[in-house]
């Protein structure tokens, strides 16, 4: 599903920010296209001015200047003086060369209405059209008519010029275009496929986690369950001394499962964000001191020596939810206490530290192995037989997790100085 979802994911990107690609791709090379049809056209302009104003100040056409003029700046001219050919030792003749004049002179006179036959209006300034036009194979071409005024007469004149270098700088830039779209393709198409694999792996973590949670959560309510329902049977064909264990087995796992539900429903809570945090001033000597007095009379029951430590520095009031805190050293002690065999200790104890307070909590037990003290807060975690009992689900630590996460701190496991487990949450004063 996921592999699914990843390739579509991935599609979606490719498409969209190729489109986009694509379209601002476009949009460079028609403005390329532009800014060098525009070069062009001036240059061609520039030479045009340039001759027409050179021959409007002479009297004498000069046949070598006409020659260099063609061959300096990749003309082609054809003058007329009264309606009659000027002939000249020209760069390139021939019938192509007449070709171009003819087709140069068709489109002036057929799309502009001008013929090289008739004198110009003004005798300051030239009369002129400039066009482009195409010869028998495609090929584009800039060209001027103008009729000029001369000291004596007047002359007619066309320039031609080749489009063909504008035309190869264009094909080059197209291609250069289609090479980095599609270089942009393939490299889009990769950061697609490593971005969309990132992004799902929370959300495939998530669904692992889910399923996994959910599991965990049936099989631990399948033994409760299993329990009633065999005690409630039992009980039909018992005799009544033998129904009243029965009873209170059945009773006894209904309390049990009723924990379990409450646990997974404060979960339920944390993950949808639904928790309501009572934030304020607390002194955390007084919550300490309360929660001791509060679990004294568990530690007697299960034989074991109870101390609170606090420092002699007064600590400084921090903002937190104290019903909240309580619940987490209430979650840490009941882990101590149960992992704690008798005759044990359990301690209590809080400190100022860089940045904020240490609330800790310590234990003469078994202790917990490198590699567990990370996933002791996973949800259904538990240790092996030496540190579980029926009436820890795993989820009591996964909940001072989140408790703890909720007040911006920090919770770890660590050894304790006296054999056992440690327990620390850190709380931060800002």
């Known amino acids: 599903m996921f592999k699914r979802l990843r390739v579509r994911l991935a599609l979606l990107c490719i498409i969209g920010t190729g489109v986009i690609l694509l379209g601002m791709a476009g949009a460079s090379l028609l403005y390329a296209q532009k800014q060098l049809n525009e070069r062009g056209e001036a240059a061609f302009t520039g030479s045009v001015n340039a001759i027409l104003y050179h021959i409007q100040g002479q009297s004498i056409l000069d046949h070598t200047w006409l020659s260099q003029t063609e061959a300096s700046a990749n003309l082609l001219l054809y003058i007329e003086a009264q309606g009659q050919p000027l002939l000249y030792g020209q760069r390139e003749d021939g019938k192509h060369r007449k070709e171009l004049m003819r ?158 539900v409450g646990d997974l429903l404060v979960l339920a809570g944390a993950d949808s964000d639904s928790w309501s945090m009572q934030y304020e001033e607390t002194e955390l000597e007084t919550l300490l001191l309360d929660v001791y007095e509060s679990f004294e009379p568990v530690a007697a029951e299960h034989g074991l020596r109870f101390h609170v430590s606090l420092p002699e520095t007064p600590l400084p009031r921090c903002l937190c939810d104290p019903g909240r805190i309580t619940q987490v050293l209430s979650i840490l002690l009941d882990n101590g206490f149960s992992y704690t065999p008798r005759g044990g200790t359990v301690c209590l104890s809080a400190q100022a530290c860089r940045g904020g307070i240490q609330l800790e909590v310590e234990d003469s037990g078994p202790g917990i192995p490198d590699a567990e003290k990370t996933r002791i807060f996973e949800r259904f975690h538990r240790l092996d037989a030496s540190r579980s009992g029926r009436e820890h689900f795993g989820l009591g630590l996964c909940i001072a997790m989140e408790i703890v996460l909720r007040h911006r701190g920090k919770i770890w496991a660590d050894d304790a100085s006296i054999g056992g487990a440690r327990l620390v949450v850190f709380l931060p004063l800002e």
């Open 103 to 260: 087709r140069a002179r068709e489109t002036a006179l057929g799309e502009h209405g001008f013929t090289l036959r008739l004198p110009p209006e003004s005798r300051l300034q030239a009369d002129q059209v400039r066009f482009t036009f195409k010869d028998e194979q495609g090929q584009q071409y800039y060209a001027a008519a103008a009729n000029v005024s001369q000291k004596e007469g007047w002359v007619g004149v066309l320039v031609v010029k080749s489009m063909r270098a504008e035309q190869e700088e264009l094909a080059m830039q197209r291609w250069a275009f289609i090479g980095l779209a599609v270089l942009s393709a393939v490299l889009l198409s990769l950061f697609a496929w490593i971005f969309t694999g990132r992004a799902i792996r929370p959300v495939e973590e998530s669904r692992r986690r889910q399923t996994a949670f959910v599991s965990a959560a049936s099989h631990e309510l399948r033994s409760p369950l299993a329990v009633i329902q065999a005690s409630l049977s039992a009980m039909q064909a018992a005799p009544p001394d033998r129904a009243k264990r029965f009873a209170e087995s059945a009773a006894s796992e209904c309390t049990r499962m009723a924990r379990l």
